[in-house]
């Protein structure tokens, strides 16, 4: 058998640790798709139950105006009526655009659909009873209960639509918990078997070495092939070592810091912390799952708040940029000082809206924040002011609040605080709106719900 020689010990060497790597890509894109599916379902499943419960108000809209039309005879409701039966269409047109390619979404759509209609063709007749003979004939269709039978059907069917949608992101998000462990520990799989790879041709390339050297015939050549072919292996370790030393080295210190007899607390500790090696990988999945429980989370606890022990809580918590920016925040809550109102919910809005003011603030002036509230129309408004950047609102304010809208440039930047600013005070029944100039500042208004 011949003899291996340095040359084919380094070019075994390579073409281990290139077929390893090449796996551990693989490995890790493939694993990274199956996140990105699953991270456009679990959009899907909450678009579908956006529009679902658009559905629901639009029909909810059509009985209003019925009733309303029925007891009064104004023809305002007919508005209210009509507004709902043409939304009610383009919702309905909107989810089977969203579930096309699904076979059993149309059996479903057809299902509500044909409520719907039901819904529509009772309170045409209602409508026309109530125009041409009264209100007592109107009445008594009313008095039938069918409109109601039909409405409670339709709740009905659209509830279970969604809960068996979110049965669906929750097999997805598992999938996807699933993947991201798999893809962790097949990296650190990988990264074991190449380090090992290293070290045996470390010893296997010491020992050709010094047999080389022994052998006066080729020792004339052994510099410079060595001097060649050590220089191959130190770029290649370059290489690797830049790819592979942050979650490398975070994997070997974890696992160091774990004893044969740890307990199974600290185990899980370590499980947790390795987890956060593919945090950057992960980031916009785990906001979604941040909006989701919003969306999903249908008992908030409201109490009495103060905004001004708010804003305070807010101020401590951005000292630091505060402090830095050499910002100005005054409040003036003396028109309205308190609201019933969720504390966790309160406290994300102030941060968002003041956080966001500090960051975009225009380096040429020292920020100036204001932070006010009053109360009108039996509403109470929130609004936060300041001199920063600015914002285009002809060119950006149609998706100002989008998920991942970003526009300015900052390292930062993540385009989710203002879309879960909305969706919380949303949830609340409130709604918030903006005015904005370009190098003059902006003033978010929120409008609590009653």
Do not use: C
């Amino acid at each position: 058998m011949k003899k291996l020689t340095l040359k084919n010990a380094l070019d075994a060497t390579f073409l281990a640790i290139l077929l390893v790597f090449s796996v551990l890509v693989y490995s890790t894109w493939n694993r990274a798709q199956l996140v990105k599916q699953n991270r456009l379902s679990v959009n899907k499943t909450s678009n579908i139950n956006d529009v679902l419960e658009k559905i629901l108000s639009s029909t909810i809209n059509i009985e209003t105006g019925t009733r309303g039309y029925t007891i009064t005879g104004e023809n305002d409701y007919l508005s209210v009526y009509k507004d709902g039966h043409e939304n009610v269409k383009m919702w309905i047109d909107s989810l089977k655009n969203m579930t096309k390619g699904d076979t059993i979404a149309p059996y479903k759509i057809d299902s509500l659909q044909e409520l719907i209609e039901d819904k529509k063709a009772i309170s045409a007749i209602t409508i026309k009873t109530r125009r041409e003979q009264g209100m007592e004939a109107a009445a008594a269709i009313v008095k039938t209960g069918k409109g109601k039978m039909i409405m409670d059907s339709i709740r009905l069917h659209i509830l279970n639509y969604q809960k068996q949608e979110l049965r669906s992101l929750g097999t997805n998000l598992t999938a996807t918990e699933d993947n991201v462990h798999a893809r962790n520990v097949n990296f650190i799989i990988f990264a074991s078997i190449t380090f090992l790879i290293v070290f045996v041709a470390y010893v296997m390339l010491r020992r050709t070495t010094k047999a080389l050297l022994q052998d006066k015939i080729i020792q004339e050549n052994l510099m410079d092939e060595l001097t060649f072919q050590n220089q191959q292996l130190n770029d290649f370790a370059s290489i690797t070592s830049h790819n592979l030393r942050s979650p490398a080295s975070n994997i070997t210190s974890l696992v160091a810091s774990v004893e044969e007899d740890s307990t199974i607390d600290e185990y899980k500790m370590l499980f947790e912390m390795l987890k956060k090696v593919a945090q950057n990988l992960n980031e916009s999945l785990n906001q979604l799952m941040e909006v989701l429980h919003i969306k999903r989370n249908k008992l908030i606890e409201k109490e009495n708040l103060t905004f001004r022990s708010i804003l305070d809580k807010t101020i401590d918590s951005l000292q630091g940029e505060i402090h830095r920016s050499d910002a100005v925040i005054t409040g003036d809550f003396d028109k309205a000082p308190e609201i019933l109102y969720s504390r966790i919910y309160l406290d994300s809005i102030f941060h968002n809206l003041v956080s966001n003011a500090l960051k975009y603030r225009d380096p040429k002036r020292k920020p100036e924040i204001r932070v006010s509230t009053e109360k009108k129309g039996g509403h109470i408004y929130l609004q936060v002011s300041d001199n920063g950047l600015g914002i285009d609102m002809a060119r950006h304010g149609h998706k100002l609040f989008g998920m991942h809208q970003i526009f300015h440039n900052h390292p930062e930047a993540k385009g989710v605080g203002l879309f879960m600013t909305k969706t919380q005070i949303e949830s609340m029944k409130g709604r918030i709106s903006v005015e904005s100039e370009v190098g003059k500042g902006t003033t978010f208004t929120v409008m609590f719900g009653a």
